[in-house]
């Protein structure tokens, strides 16, 4: 695919924001603006604040490349501002995004959808707890809308599940436990309705937690991932399928498990994924021919689908 930087013609590249995920969220947008701008692309990093929109009116521009992790960026809200200036934009739309955003309504939606997922309790508040451990222990407690694993724990006992859910409610006013997945965990990223190649994902940790995702040289990625073909086939298309089923678009990611039995349990959609050295996107993307560079510039064509988002 060929693409011509001056269509896109004066890009913001929004970037940082005052998520929980700002750190790596810099980070990405570090790593995309120095590849959009390799390729000759008239991109201009953007740190929004409450003004965002008026700076964006006065700059001129003609598209945005959202690279906002978290609240506020992954969640529909600076979709919705865009559209009301009607500014294109990369990526999910408002729908795709905020039901992505929300693991809670994502399992539910996929449960309707006949999507596999792995058992799972929302907890309001400390009233909840008994039912969470009916699931059986050990308990993964994540929470709702958030990323990068923040507030994420395994739990193995009931006095365990207190401490991680208040430490998750910090996060989150509402929080799950779900059924731990004892099996290898996989991520399949998702560029232009394709989907690249698995990752398997191997870590020492409890979990792929955030310093293993962002910082920790001991993580391992297989891609080829060892599954063959034909399931490996089978599994892109799972996700694929449940990408769909919340209303994302563009670009993206879905993790999942196998359960005990090697059977798939999907986790949750990532809207707007990393971009960092350590990012999964990137990975499979390299995986599939395909370099960072060229990458950033077919996210950045996706502002230019009319209805894509």
Not at 108 to 127: C, I, K, R, Y
């Amino acid at each position: 695919m060929t693409l011509d930087p001056a269509q896109f013609g004066k890009v913001a590249l929004l970037l940082g924001g005052q998520a929980a995920e700002r750190e790596i969220s810099l980070k990405s947008g570090a790593a995309v603006g120095a590849a959009l701008r390799r390729a000759g692309v008239d991109v201009h990093d953007i740190d929004p604040g409450p003004d965002v929109l008026e700076v964006l009116r006065a700059g001129g521009f003609d598209r945005a490349f959202i690279i906002l992790h978290g609240r506020g960026g992954e969640d529909g809200q600076i979709q919705g501002a865009l559209e009301c200036i009607g500014l294109p934009y990369t990526g999910s739309g408002v729908l795709g995004s905020a039901i992505g955003m929300d693991k809670y309504r994502t399992k539910l939606l996929w449960a309707g959808a006949g999507v596999p997922t792995a058992d799972f309790v929302l907890l309001h508040g400390e009233d909840d707890l008994a039912a969470a451990a009916q699931l059986g222990f050990p308990l993964m407690i994540k929470p709702s809308q958030e990323g990068s694993s923040l507030g994420m724990a395994k739990v193995e006992n009931a006095t365990a599940l207190a401490v991680a859910w208040r430490a998750a409610a910090e996060y989150d006013r509402t929080v799950l436990a779900e059924r731990w997945l004892p099996g290898a965990e996989y991520t399949c990223a998702i560029l232009g309705g394709e989907a690249l190649p698995l990752i398997r994902l191997e870590t020492p940790n409890a979990f792929y937690d955030y310093q293993a995702k962002y910082f920790s040289d001991t993580t391992r990625y297989h891609c080829p991932c060892g599954l063959s073909v034909a399931q490996e086939a089978e599994l892109q298309a799972l996700c694929l399928r449940a990408f769909d089923a919340v209303g994302a678009a563009g670009w993206g990611r879905v993790d999942f498990m196998l359960d005990a039995a090697g059977e798939p349990k999907l986790l949750e959609v990532n809207t707007v994924p990393g971009m960092t050295d350590h990012s999964l996107v990137p990975m499979a993307a390299k995986a599939a021919g395909i370099d960072f560079d060229a990458l950033c510039l077919r996210i950045l064509a996706s502002s230019l689908v009319e209805g894509a988002q």
